[in-house]
């Protein structure tokens, strides 16, 4: 039905073109005789045209002539053998079918009626004055009685139903009218009778009128008076009936039915032929010229013919008075047989099945009827199946509307299968489906060896048989992406065939045995580019098995379910090869690399892209293979990770280089750091694509393949240790590169944090670290605007030990002024905040460490003033006494209170427990000092003594004391009561016997503003006694460094004297 390989659309091998004049399927005397016949029809044509027919003889001469291809001559010739033929005899076939709401003329309201018709050979014009009078006439005054045809009288009824028809035969259309008179039929019947049928007033009317009327005579109802010169060919209508008076216009309506036929035609044809079959050669003959028509005009034929075509055959029909039934067959016969030979769309074909189905009776045929009937489904039918065994030929998708005419096709083809006239005639019947899958079948076949015939390579050699394998597996792999997309879904619908199926496991198979037969010569020593070539097939065989998911049912295994095991020999030079260019794109993009940032936003070079770029080859190489035997995906598997490790490592050696290269030739230092920027943002991006690779690859889909044949140990000692030992050779590499950036800033670092411990102490430390803090915020910002921030925040941490480091060294040193200290505490601060950089720089926890801690605590102290210093002293004795649980020196109870009206400050010295006895006798003399401390906060305040308690180490003393200072005082850090106990030695120095520490900040009272009234609930505080450590103390060992300061110099004295009576052992 396509036109393909030089053969016309619609014609299988062997037949002729359908360009052909199609008039040879006649016989010359056969088109004669039927251009004979259609002349005829012309000549004599009847009846008023239609509004969509053409209405000038002439044009229709010339029609058909064309048609017929007949010449002048010719067409002169047969034209004057028609005029010479006897005309037919005109007919009108008249049906009376009904009336509705005539007149009732019996007694009971109803009449008894019937019609008397027939054809006036002469009808008088309109204007001719008696025209009106024969209008009024009756049947019997203007017509021989022997023209005049009857129909039954249908009883008691204003709506009679006749369904009659008659052949009224007349000899001029132009002249004859036709004549209906509808009559009631009266009988003779007695007045009691008719009394007895009375209803009504009216019917005792009619009673009276009878009367005057002759016995027997019927009632007239109404006429229809027709000229046949205004009567289509067929008419279908109701027509009002007239009356002959002006008494009772409105006497109802009749139905009449009309078709103007002839009676013995002429012809040749028509006097040795039946008349479907003469109509069926006109139909084939006109219908053939039209299609021709439409494909000189290049466009197809949708089955509407002219109305030139149109109006011959109705009038053909017509004339012949062919049944609806005899015409549908005709036109079947007809459509059928043209549909074997030439191109139009098949759905022309559904009507007439449809006909045939709704009026089909077998009884209406004769023998060789229904034999030309089951013919022509026969032909059809094998003919159709031979269609769609080629339909990749017969419906190229490259037409448009294929896929649309081979649907149409297959419901013509499923809807005459089911017809009923297919059933009864075509015994026994075909099973349409079995008949389409064999012919698929078998058309799939002869598609796969055309195929294959025509990809055969000119050269005879493994290289180019692979390649003609590829490209031939290319064409099944589309043919059936066609099925399934595209045809399925028709066989599916209309024969529940699923096409996609049927090819998939033939093409399958066939493939198999093709592509196994060719590859038995392949073995390891093939060239490269035969494995090229094979990888290729490799690829489209893989596609082609995976469309059999797509395959609803099917029975073992496919031929094709082991056809990697035909590549195993060409595996190894894939993956070589794969190596290879990979390994090469990586030399070339590191040779063409300049080292700086790859766009706006990137801070890694050019190489690193075409680096990934290869990656993805060999993840896809991997992908593309998807190696169906478990144990050998493996062993590609470590192959391909082997690989992408060597060129890692390949790739770091060579980017070295090529920064050491280009460095030599600028010999530009700011530029050569740049560069080992881009290079450790290089490696880390290769880092990154390294720990991609177990989900690209899909490691743990592999492990999951593998785990019945290989152990988990062995996966894990294989992969992942090799990919462990490549990311820690790139981290090596990178740690590297980043200490060499950190050393070039470290020396930079050293030599500010000397020049700020050695400058003078004049200025404040603010100002003497702003050279220190340009030169790191320059440096720093560079190296972040050129490193990846993993990578910059590695630089961070090493130079934040390094800087640690240098800053301990110098607040090492001894500084006699706190000055310098602050210098380098203030130095301390502000680095850690410039490192921390709000966030964005190292986390506080990872600059916070214990080497940072005990640097900010020294030089805290260190930058201290004196008495600050020596509030910090007695803060750390308060915090000391709090973690002593041992009373192993004695214990003071005493009691305070705070006043705030007075400001005064009340202590009561209770008692003293437990203390150590100091004298030779086994006792002590102990008695109780307070001061209040640190001095410089308390300058005016001297210091109170207990009364002195004889041989007593339990001593009561009961005494209360009080002290005028303010209660901001109290609140300073350090602030507190201090209470030395003494034992008292008359000829020497009193011994001690412990320090208690009452801090007074907790004083009760300082927080109110009243006065607490009863003393007595004031609690009582047991402070254990204490005893200074006799190697001393860091604070008081940077006040004795201070030898300028008088203040810390006396304070150290007296620690000192206090450290030398101390009990306290290292």
Not at 799 to 816: E, I, P, Y
């Amino acid at each position: 039905m396509d036109a393909t390989g030089g053969t016309p659309v619609g014609t299988l091998p062997g037949e002729e073109s359908p360009e052909m004049d199609l008039s040879h399927r006649l016989s010359k005397r056969e088109l004669a005789l039927l251009y004979e016949e259609v002349l005829y029809t012309i000549q004599y044509r009847l009846g008023k045209p239609e509004h969509h027919h053409v209405a000038d003889s002439q044009e229709l001469y010339d029609y058909v002539q064309k048609a017929f291809g007949m010449d002048a001559e010719e067409h002169r010739f047969i034209m004057q053998q028609v005029k010479e033929l006897e005309s037919p005899i005109f007919c009108l076939k008249a049906t009376v079918k009904e009336a509705k709401g005539i007149l009732g003329k019996d007694v009971s309201g109803f009449s008894d009626p019937y019609c008397l018709l027939g054809i006036e050979a002469k009808s008088q014009e309109a204007a001719h004055p008696d025209h009106k009078k024969r209008m009024k006439a009756v049947v019997k005054d203007l017509i021989p009685e022997d023209q005049i045809h009857r129909t039954q009288v249908i009883s008691q009824t204003l709506n009679p139903v006749w369904d009659e028809t008659f052949i009224l035969e007349f000899g001029d259309v132009e002249t004859a009218s036709f004549h209906l008179d509808m009559w009631d039929s009266d009988v003779v019947e007695s007045v009691r009778h008719k009394l007895g049928e009375l209803t009504d007033l009216h019917g005792l009317k009619r009673i009276f009128k009878d009367a005057r009327k002759d016995k027997g005579q019927d009632d007239f109802l109404g006429n229809v008076v027709l000229r046949l010169k205004d009567l289509h060919c067929w008419d279908d209508r109701w027509y009002q009936l007239e009356p002959r008076t002006e008494t009772y216009p409105n006497r109802g309506q009749c139905h009449l039915q009309f078709l103007l036929t002839h009676k013995r035609r002429a012809t040749t044809s028509s006097r040795t032929q039946p008349s479907y079959t003469v109509h069926r050669h006109l139909l084939q003959q006109l219908v053939s010229y039209e299609i021709l028509q439409h494909q000189a005009g290049s466009t197809a034929w949708d089955g509407e013919l002219s109305r030139h075509a149109s109006t011959v055959l109705y009038l053909h029909a017509t004339q012949k008075d062919l049944s609806d039934f005899h015409q549908v067959m005709a036109q079947w016969l007809a459509y059928s047989k043209l549909y074997q030979s030439l191109e139009f769309n098949s759905n022309c074909l559904l009507h007439q099945i449809t006909s045939i189905e709704y009026q089909w009776v077998q009884e209406r045929l004769k023998p060789e009827q229904k034999a030309e009937l089951a013919e022509s489904f026969q032909s059809l039918l094998t003919y159709g199946v031979s269609l769609i065994r080629r339909y990749r030929i017969i419906f190229p998708l490259s037409v448009p509307r294929s896929p649309e005419r081979l649907q149409s096709l297959l419901r013509v083809l499923v809807q005459m299968c089911k017809m009923k006239a297919f059933r009864e005639l075509c015994t026994p019947s075909p099973d349409l489906p079995q008949m389409v899958s064999t012919a698929l079948k078998s058309g799939t076949t002869e598609w796969f060896h055309m195929k294959k015939q025509h990809l055969k390579p000119m050269v005879k050699s493994m290289e180019e048989n692979g390649k003609a394998l590829s490209r031939l597996l290319l064409e099944v792999i589309g043919d059936l992406q066609q099925c399934q997309k595209v045809w399925n879904k028709f066989f599916i619908n209309t024969l529940k065939l699923n096409l996609f199926s049927i090819a998939y496991l033939e093409l399958e198979s066939l493939v198999a045995e093709h592509v196994q037969e060719e590859l038995r010569e392949v073995d390891s020593s093939m060239s490269k580019p035969t494995a090229e070539s094979l990888f290729q097939l490799y690829l489209n065989l893989q596609e082609l098995y995976r469309m059999k998911d797509f395959v609803p049912k099917r029975d073992g295994p496919l031929a094709l379910s082991s056809f990697h095991q035909w590549f195993k020999e060409a595996v190894p030079q894939w993956l070589q090869k794969a190596y290879t260019i990979a390994l090469e794109r990586a030399q070339r993009a590191v040779q063409m690399d300049q080292l700086t940032p790859f766009g706006e936003h990137n801070k890694h070079s050019t190489s690193t892209v075409d680096l990934s770029t290869c990656y993805a080859q060999i993840v896809k190489t991997w992908q593309q293979l998807n190696w169906p035997d478990p144990e050998e995906a493996f062993m590609i598997m470590v192959k391909l990770v082997e690989d992408m490790c060597k060129i890692a490592l390949m790739y770091c050696r060579l980017i070295k280089e090529r920064a050491e290269a280009l460095s030599l030739r600028e010999q530009n230092e700011g530029e050569a750091a740049n560069r080992l920027c881009i290079v450790v943002n290089n490696i880390k991006q290769l880092r990154l694509l390294i720990l991609k690779l177990p989900s690209q690859l899909d490691w743990a889909q592999l492990e999951q393949r593998t785990g019945a044949i290989i152990d988990q140990q062995q996966i894990q000692h294989t992969l992942h240790h090799q990919l462990d030992s490549t990311v820690s050779c790139l981290d090596h590499e990178v740690r590297g590169v980043v200490q060499a950036l950190a050393t070039k800033l470290e020396k930079g670092i050293a030599r500010h944090i000397q020049e700020l411990s050695s400058s003078n102490d004049t200025g404040e430390p603010e100002d003497a670290i702003i050279p220190l803090m340009k030169f790191l915020e320059s440096e720093l910002q560079y190296l972040n605007e050129h490193l990846v921030q993993e990578n910059f925040k590695s630089l961070l941490t090493l130079l934040w030990h390094h800087t640690l480091a240098v800053l301990s060294a110098a607040a090492g040193q001894q500084f006699s002024s706190a000055q310098r200290y602050k210098k380098l505490h203030c130095a301390l601060k502000s680095l850690e905040l410039c490192f921390h950089a709000e966030g964005c720089g190292l986390p506080l926890e990872t600059l916070r460490t214990a080497a940072f801690q005990s640097l900010e605590t020294h030089l805290a102290l260190c930058s201290a003033t004196s008495r600050k210093l020596i509030q910090k002293y007695f803060s750390n004795r308060i915090q000391q006494q709090l973690d002593t649980s041992s009373e192993k020196y004695g214990a003071v109870t005493i009691k305070a209170l705070y006043r705030p009206s007075e400001q005064k400050l009340r202590v009561e010295v209770l008692n003293a427990a437990n203390l150590i006895p100091l004298d030779s006798n086994g006792s002590s003399d102990p008695f109780v000092q307070l001061t209040l401390e640190p001095r410089h906060e308390f300058p005016e305040v001297v210091a109170r003594t207990t009364q002195c308690k004889r041989n007593e180490l339990h001593p009561l003393f009961d005494e209360a004391f009080d002290f005028l200072i303010p209660p901001e005082k109290c609140r300073q850090e350090g602030a507190c009561l201090l209470l030395t106990v003494f034992d008292y030695d008359t000829l020497g120095s009193n011994d001690l016997e412990g320090e208690a520490f009452f801090p007074l900040r907790h004083l009760p009272g300082l927080d109110t503003d009243q006065d607490q009234a009863d003393a007595g609930r004031v609690p009582q505080t047991r402070l254990p006694l204490t005893h200074p450590k006799p190697s001393g103390d860091e604070i008081l060992r940077l006040l004795e460094s201070r030898k300028g300061d008088k203040e810390a110099q006396a304070f150290v004295k007296l620690r000192k004297q206090r450290a030398k009576q101390s009990k306290e052992t290292e």
